[in-house]
């Protein structure tokens, strides 16, 4: 059996004439529709597709044209930073919030970035990374071991900082870690940093792309890096 996509429009009740429609394939995507039906604002915050840098993410249109869109290397320096399930990935902490009264749309992707996109013109009017996050920071997912404050992390995925040749990290902290378990976390000097904020603890962020090993494998052999299972991702 073929499979139909649907098309997606804005629709006139009172003179049942369809005002636009929106160009697929929108399949497993959300729209959010302004008061008046003159922006529509769709979101791919669960993308079914493999994971690529030119996947779009996000696309704005304004009486049905098409004004701005942002794709995953708009959105992630580095592609792989996600979160991914056997048919499904995400790229976002939390809820994407969608605003007309304030013409925005704002969120947090897996790099803590917190973004503000301006609805009316498609612009990014923010892009901030989160204060805790220095230049000399590492943020970094993997299998943690020790205890009484001291601990070790096996690095399965690096998403900021550089982590030595052994691919070991330690660091001090007041959690008290599962060991063998595995976390995300945020270092700074030697020490943990938490974040936490509403319902997001980095702890429980899952970076499962697991590019470590490979990736320094690949350095070590002078080849460009690529994971099984993704697409074209090139990080910044």
Known sequence: MSHKEVKWGVFNSITNHIKYEIPGPLSEKKAYLSWCGKYVVIVNDW???????????????????????????????????????????????????????????????????????????????????????????????????????NYRMEVCHRVYGEVPESGVITFTSDYDFHGGWYYSVLVNNGKEERIRESRVDLHDLIYNACTYELEKISKEKGEEFRQFGFGNVNCK
């Open 47 to 149: 993308p079914p597709e493999q994971v690529n840098d030119s996947l779009e993410l996000i696309e704005i249109y304004k009486k049905g044209e098409l004004i701005a869109s942002y794709t995953l290397s708009n959105l992630l320096k580095c592609g792989y930073n996600v979160t991914s399930s056997v048919s499904h990935f995400s790229w976002a902490i939390g809820k994407i919030k969608v605003n007309f009264l304030t013409n925005s749309i704002r969120f947090k992707t897996n790099e803590f970035v917190d973004y503000r996109i301006n609805v009316r013109n498609g612009k990014i009017e923010e892009a901030k990374v989160d204060e805790k996050i220095a230049d000399d920071s590492i943020l970094a997912y993997g299998k943690v071991f020790g205890n009484n404050g």
